[in-house]
């Protein structure tokens, strides 16, 4: 049994490629592994909406993976924070938590999705704010839905319209080291996996001795994963090709 990591699938209807990577990537587990999705895998979620396509593959996958014995396990984005037990529950995952510590065989591992650690960025902090705000999140669910899409469309073009000037000033939009040491301080944890940054790459005694991170990329031309078992604590990226 074998626990797999992935994170940032940014999965939409104008990406059908993305979606069959992760099918494929499904089909490549075994009975009684675990798949733990880190946080967006939707490209941004504004709630369920039966006639989206997108959605119900999504569930089509997952529910087949479930049939032979593969759970899903889920830990909120900054694209798909409004993933709540419902939403889970339809897509035959379960949520975990925004912090969650998985064993490996070099010890307790903290997992997150790693917005959380982006402190320099204040601008979307504020957003993170706002995001966990119970009655503002009540408000927009109940929103029509399309009017909820072009909201999300329009913080997504602002997003994208960001993308060099976050290449260039890593130093705000980056992870912020003292945020990623007190996340494992407080859990007492030596190891980090994150996704977000898109950055991906293992990173050894950047929080002091004996500390490892690993950082997850985006799935674009590739995709990667964190495994862990008994044997196993990797990182791995290969060619998106590799998956069909």
Not at 32 to 43: K, P, Q, S, V
Request: net charge positive.
């Amino acid at each position: 049994m074998s626990t797999y990591i992935i994170a940032d699938l940014h999965l939409n209807a104008d990406n059908p490629v993305l979606v069959k990577a992760f099918e494929c990537f499904y089909n490549r587990l075994l009975m009684n592994d675990r798949l733990i999705i880190a946080g967006d895998l939707f490209d941004f979620f504004v709630g369920l909406d039966p006639e989206d396509k997108i959605q119900q593959q999504i569930r089509t996958i997952i529910r087949s993976a479930a049939a032979r014995g593969i759970q899903t396990f889920f830990q909120c984005g900054n694209r798909d924070f409004l993933i709540d037990k419902k939403a889970a529950d339809f897509f035959h995952m379960r949520l975990l938590p925004e912090f969650y510590v998985v064993a490996t065989k070099n010890g307790s591992a903290l997992l997150l999705h790693g917005d959380q650690l982006c402190l320099n960025d204040r601008s979307f902090q504020r957003f993170r704010t706002l995001s966990k705000n119970r009655l503002l999140r009540f408000i927009f669910l109940h929103l029509p839905l399309k009017t909820r899409r072009n909201i999300a469309i329009k913080l997504r073009k602002k997003s994208l319209a960001l993308a060099d000037e976050r290449d260039r000033s890593p130093q705000i939009y980056g992870l912020a080291k003292a945020a990623a040491e007190q996340c494992l301080k407080r859990t007492k944890t030596k190891i980090l996996i994150h996704g977000h940054f898109h950055k991906f790459g293992p990173h050894q005694g950047e929080f002091g001795e004996f500390t490892y991170r690993f950082a997850l990329g985006s799935w674009e031309t590739h995709f990667s994963y964190v495994r862990c078992d008994r044997q196993h604590l990797e990182l791995v990226q290969k060619p998106l090709d590799k998956l069909f």
